[in-house]
């Protein structure tokens, strides 16, 4: 039985040290049912969270301990988020179901979000470590999946720019609104999205004044994206997606070329409006209106618009969220609410950050 | 007397289309007491708020209106908040309190900050248009006037450079623990201090990748700096003051230079430490470390830090705030919480938006 | 008979107050065959370079003058750069032909890019003022038409757009490499590339810290696209296009999804290789590695890229140049080059800097 | 007997994958008298140097080497470039000396520019490594030691802090003209003056968006600027020196605050005016005017200002330079030119990239 809505929830946050992980202590600190009992970080036990991010000087918060160093028993804790780098999840995920079969965690990592785990062993490299935890699963993508969510013990949070590409295309392939066989996906991420570890090609210098594509061609956020598209479409979808690093801390902008089967722009727009009419966290923009990243920065909404192309048939679909927050731990949180039967919402009001 | 705390209060923001008004509006939707009733703006009167701020478009928000069509008897406003350009202000504000003479003010210009109206025609280059109300006018740095804020009628909240360099002088000045004919205040702030006018030098590519200072020798915070020393120092205090314009939308840094009268670095360390051990966005960090700006984003915050110098009887202090929360809109609703009776924190417990 | 390569031909710029302006003197002072005799800024008329530009500072340049004051036949000029804003040209260059017939024109605006005079009016919705010029004007994309430049007395200097758009998709296109129906453009540009004139939405902060596409389906370029890829395809080619604002201050990058026809991606690769085997501003990559837009910063240079995607049959090609250099003002010198008899990379070494 | 004019110098970088060996390349491939003969960088030894910077892959270059493979004897420099990180110079340099005592070098560390190697060993930590070299450094300040570095075989490139505060101050503290007790330095650098090493306070994401100071009271440069100061004005002189970080590539601002001796604030100015009548790269602006370091990107150049303060007696210094060029690389290949008999301008004259 879940918390009751005026009882704190007692969280941890494996991996506080990274983006993803500060973004949780974060929200976390103002969401009124939690408490945050646990924060880890292995290369920096033993120190103050304000020694690794300064904001959270003025704020009352354990000392970060390192994952070994953990009791999951006595801990007693009622969700945990787990932030750390993809492919060394697994394995903690296993010792904390081991230890606590009844717990309940919300994965960062992609380290459960692929159903098929022959999919995961090629894109990925190595074998999974935890094929049976993989069966029980759900894919956090709260527009889609809420009621699988709101029952799950293992949630795996979706990607950012898998979640900035899902939001605005799965109703259109669910309404066979749009050719599955063409979408291209040309996506714009800020630095976040590349995580806090210390490479040569994200020192400011390196990343100011200027644009990039990567990845180009085999980025491993496609395979979820395969995954999902083709589970909304009914049949195989293979999407072009090529993501570029620019130079601002935090958003996605997902720019999306579509051939409609039939339909006119205006068609997917109303598919879209109607689709999201009841969602508090997609807000569907007047037609022909593109969104804009910063206009969504920390907060966890997400905006989408619809323009028609001026070739017949064609139109172009833009989505914007703050990756660090609807593209992770926004979205955790609000999985979280819904797996302890907070409202879904709570923590999660805060209004964009703009200018 | 002011409305209960599980009231609502009703709000006008009279300059909703600048910058300090979208961030009150982004403070006050967030606000457990707070109704956005009225907002103004007189060149998009009759347009929605999402139309100037998209942020907001998910939001319900009044639509924008002109301040010459408002009822302000019929309005019924428990606080208005002016965030207008210097010098319109005083008019605007006379009208108010004349056909709401028990009307509540925080007045977010330098129309205000001088009780001397000599020294503000001498700044201004023109008479003060109200000088009738100046001599009600409270300076609102709430952490120095706040038992006199809490009965007043009409704030002037402080500027946002001033407040970075009162908040670590003012208890060193008051404390006579440094040299008042000795201090130099290198100011650096980020571009939306400027306001949302659309100037050439403002323009990205004018901006981005440089840094230079302006207004130098001759700003006119200064006359506000000199009303707040020499009150605190109990003699004439002139400062040297230069402000910097630097590539981020928010934040000032003040580095201060100054001599001690005596004591060490340490000794003014812990006056301010002692002034400010039970101030809820004040926080003064240990010995040595030096505020960024990026820490306090977004959050009501002010971080202040002292060093050392090299030179004997040397120190630098530092102090870093977001120019639009605690050196504008966050501060104007500290200063409406103590005027309505709300506590003081209510609306402004965000923590920064870091990275 | 052009001068000799050891005389100094005489400059005149039109429009020096700009950034495209500003960006042919940087190039022409450092011109080993050019003297700058002449800058024009009609609101600025009768200041000094420097106090537009103070980068200038240092160097020996004539006093700004107004576009009336200017004698034609007395001034004596051997080249002429037009960069005014767009639709004020056409008139101005009509004077100038009919002073001195004989004149040399370089236009930076769109104002003779477009040869079909239905075509401008359609998208420009005014009838072409100097129908009998635009039937004389050259489309100055050097790489093209390099002879035909040689010849001209009036050259259309290409969109910065178009050129990063252009180069890339030219070769293939005559090449009959890839399907002509199914181009989709995705290009990010730098801020200046919007000029230097106020407006809300340029602000540094309104621009900082995020993106956003615009001219979604209607953008002007798109007319100089369909002209040139219609002519290298030998048939009507309309491609998507959208355009993106981005927080830097030069640079453009153009992300190109393409279907080959029936060849690989590598037979892409050879064929620009081929294509631009001896062209000196114009580098391919090697197969896979895709442009940066960085590292083409202050330099006349276009770096292009291309990876297969992996969808059979997908391309992305990918092309980088600075907008203000080989965008406007570099290929504006290299097309002087041509035109008045230099060595075509005369005053256009220079290095790209980075960081 | 120093190569001819138009003769080419054979010249070695080592350290060539750093920002200052970059910017040398950068530079030396224009320069008319140089051949880019040999290029080092340990760690990508074997690859080229397009590799490592993408901007250079049209230009032919050598092959990255590492320093231990160099037969010194062999090689023929006429000119040598040391850019390495500091404290692993001075091993070098004695190496490259006792192959080749006639060798000339410019070293862009810190390792020889203390004349007094009980200071080096107080404010590195250790042992000067080649004491007898440092006895025949010379210490590369053009504007100041002109003379000394055209004899030179071993020369101390500045550090770019010290440039900026040393060509603004040096005249005044000859003249006498501001009180040496009494001088306060606040410089602002862009990042790459921290260089290319990987580390998490570099990245993007910290250092966007703000801005902080460091090493306050404590930095290294001090050493330096307590050297040449003390050296012009016949005394002891120790300056307040503060240092901050912030989000731009390139560009140094210092802001000073000094006091004169009795002179006014134009006396000051006219003494700089003066001082800098004849220099090519140190502009004086009008009195009143501030430099901004945009104006300076990618030059050679440094701009100074002088205001008067509000305060009497005291005025407001500023200077901008480029750390990358007048700060470090340019300077260096300024004293090459010297060193080889070289106009100094050579290879200098590019104008500030802005914007």
């Not at 969280?11 to 408490?35: C, D, K, Q, W």
């Not at 003025?58 to 945990?80: E, H, K, T, Y």
């Not at 795996?156 to 295309?169: D, I, K, S």
Request: charged content about 20%; overall charge neutral.
């Amino acid at each position: 039985m879940p918390p009751k809505v005026d009882t704190k929830a007692k969280i941890g946050v494996l991996g506080a040290s990274g983006y993803t992980g500060s973004e949780l202590v974060r929200l976390l600190l103002r969401h009124p049912n939690a408490e945050l009992a646990l924060l880890t970080a292995d290369r920096r036990a033993g120190q103050e969270m304000a020694a690794v991010f300064p904001q959270f000087a003025p704020c009352v918060l354990p000392r970060l301990v390192s994952i070994d160093s953990i009791d999951w028993v006595g801990a007693g804790l009622d969700m945990i988020f787990c932030a750390l780098p993809h492919a060394t999840t697994q394995k903690v995920i296993k010792q904390v179901f081991a230890a606590v079969p009844e717990a309940k965690v919300v994965d960062l990592s992609a380290d459960f979000r692929l159903a098929d785990i022959a999919s995961y062993a090629r894109w990925y490299g190595h074998e999974h470590h935890a094929p049976e935890l993989q069966r029980q699963a759900i894919y956090g993508l709260v527009e889609i999946y809420r009621d699988e969510i709101k029952r799950a013990h293992l949630v795996a949070n979706p990607g950012c720019y898998t979640t900035c590409a899902q939001l605005p295309l799965i109703p259109l392939l669910r309404a066979k609104a749009i050719d599955p066989g063409e979408i291209v996906i040309d996506a714009k991420s800020g630095m976040t999205g590349a995580g806090r570890s210390a490479k040569e090609e994200m020192l400011f210098s390196e990343v100011s004044e200027g644009i990039h594509a990567y990845g180009v061609g085999h980025h491993r956020h496609m395979a979820e994206l395969d995954q999902e598209f083709s589970k909304a479409a009914g049949r195989e979808v293979i999407a072009s997606f090529t993501p570029h690093l620019m130079p601002m801390n935090r958003g996605i902008l997902s720019t999306i070329y579509v051939r409609t089967t039939g339909g006119s722009p205006d068609d997917l727009h109303a598919t879209l409006l109607k689709f999201y009419a009841n969602e508090p966290f997609v807000h569907v923009l007047p037609f022909g209106q593109m969104p804009q990243t910063r206009h969504v920065r920390g907060s966890n909404m997400t905006f989408i618009g619809v323009a028609k192309d001026r070739i017949a048939g064609r139109a172009i679909v833009g989505a914007a969220l703050d990756n660090l927050v609807k593209g992770a731990s926004g979205q955790a949180v609000q999985n979280m609410n819904l797996m302890l039967g907070f409202p879904e919402t709570t923590g999660l009001e805060q209004i964009a950050l703009f200018p």
